[in-house]
């Protein structure tokens, strides 16, 4: 029995910490619900750290609904969300409800997630209004990378923390069950989770947040293109694979790999016939 969404405000009326990882397959999804994690967001991320392209923008719906499937089909309790590629979700909100669903429907996944705050709040309403649970996610919008012009911190002045305030509670006010707040200030992100009454989701956005959302590969130490300044590497397990393949590497070539104990038998008596 997966875990519901209505849990997650009263979660954070008692104070209670909310963490959320991504995962893109069956393996790690696997992994991670049986840790006990209740949420799991196969973002759009998906693109940079596992399909190798330079942003989010390329991901398509197809891509990422092949990899919700995996993470759904590996997991008992999370909650799935399953994040809308770059203009799955601009050119109408007929279009829109249509991928929303896709995710619902083929996807499996219990929810999805959306960037944007006062823009997309009408499309944010229109999706809650059919069933559908949605998490909005503002400040670093990566799929806005060529308007915002790089990686930076947002909601630095007035003006742009102010737009950010009025995002939130424009998600709010739509419908949506949590938003996430991205490479924002610290101050801004506390005020920002003490102004609204569902719960903020951090992504470097400081303690303050009511959760966390860290890409699971960079916790990992897996991704080593870049570290992103809000992440910590709890493992490195990128060493622990260059170092396992090595050596596994050596033994085929030093003939110690396999051993009799990966071999398999068969009747002596047989293979004497095939002599
Ligand atoms: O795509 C993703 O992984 C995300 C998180 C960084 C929030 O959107």
Same mark, same amino acid.
């Given at each position: ?6 849990? &997650? ?11 959320? @990882?991504?995962a ?5 999804a ?7 994690i ?10 940079m =750290?596992?399909? !190798?392209?330079?942003s +989010? ?5 197809e891509?990422? @609904? ?5 993470? =759904?089909?590996g ?6 969300? !399953? ?8 050119? /109408?909100?007929? %279009?829109?409800?249509?991928n929303?669903a896709? #995710? ?6 219990q ?5 944007g705050?006062?823009t ?17 996610h503002?400040?670093? +919008? ?18 742009t923390a102010t ?7 424009? &998600?709010?006010?739509?419908?949506a069950?949590?938003?996430? &707040?991205?490479? =924002?200030?610290t101050? $801004?992100?506390?005020l920002?989770?003490? /102004?609204?009454s ?5 992504? !470097?956005?400081?303690i ?9 590969s960079?916790?990992l130490?897996?991704? +080593? %293109?870049?570290?992103?300044?809000h992440?910590?590497?709890y ?9 396992t =393949?090595?050596e596994? %590497?050596k ?8 051993t009799e104990?990966?071999? #398999?038998?068969?009747?002596? /008596?047989? $293979? %004497?016939?095939?002599?």
């Amino acid at each position: 029995m997966r875990i519901s969404i209505s849990q &997650l405000k009263s979660m954070k009326q008692r104070g209670e910490k909310i963490t959320i @990882l991504t995962a893109y397959d069956y393996i790690t999804a696997k992994i991670i619900d049986e840790a006990g994690i209740p949420l799991i967001l196969v973002g759009d991320s998906l693109g940079m =750290v596992v399909l !190798g392209y330079e942003s +989010t923008i390329p991901v398509t719906i197809e891509e990422m @609904l092949h990899h919700t499937k995996a993470v =759904v089909r590996g997991t008992k309790q999370a909650i799935i969300i !399953g994040d809308m590629p770059f203009m799955t979700y601009h050119t /109408s909100i007929s %279009d829109a409800l249509r991928n929303a669903a896709r #995710f619902i429907q083929e996807g499996g996944a219990q929810s999805v997630k959306l960037e944007g705050g006062v823009t997309v709040a009408e499309t944010v309403r229109s999706i809650v209004s059919c069933g559908i649970p949605v998490m909005g996610h503002i400040g670093l +919008t990566p799929q806005s990378i060529h308007q915002l012009g790089g990686y930076k911190v947002q909601g630095k002045t007035e003006e742009t923390a102010t737009r950010m305030l009025e995002d939130a509670h424009a &998600l709010e006010q739509a419908g949506a069950f949590a938003v996430v &707040l991205e490479t =924002v200030p610290t101050p $801004l992100a506390t005020l920002i989770t003490q /102004s609204i009454s569902i719960p903020t989701i951090g992504i !470097g956005a400081g303690i303050g947040c009511d959760g966390q959302v860290q890409v699971i590969s960079d916790i990992l130490g897996l991704f +080593t %293109d870049f570290v992103p300044k809000h992440a910590k590497q709890y493992a490195k397990l990128a060493d622990t694979i260059r170092a396992t =393949v090595t050596e596994y %590497d050596k033994e085929v070539k030093n003939g110690s790999f396999p051993t009799e104990e990966q071999g #398999f038998s068969m009747d002596e /008596s047989i $293979l %004497d016939k095939l002599k």
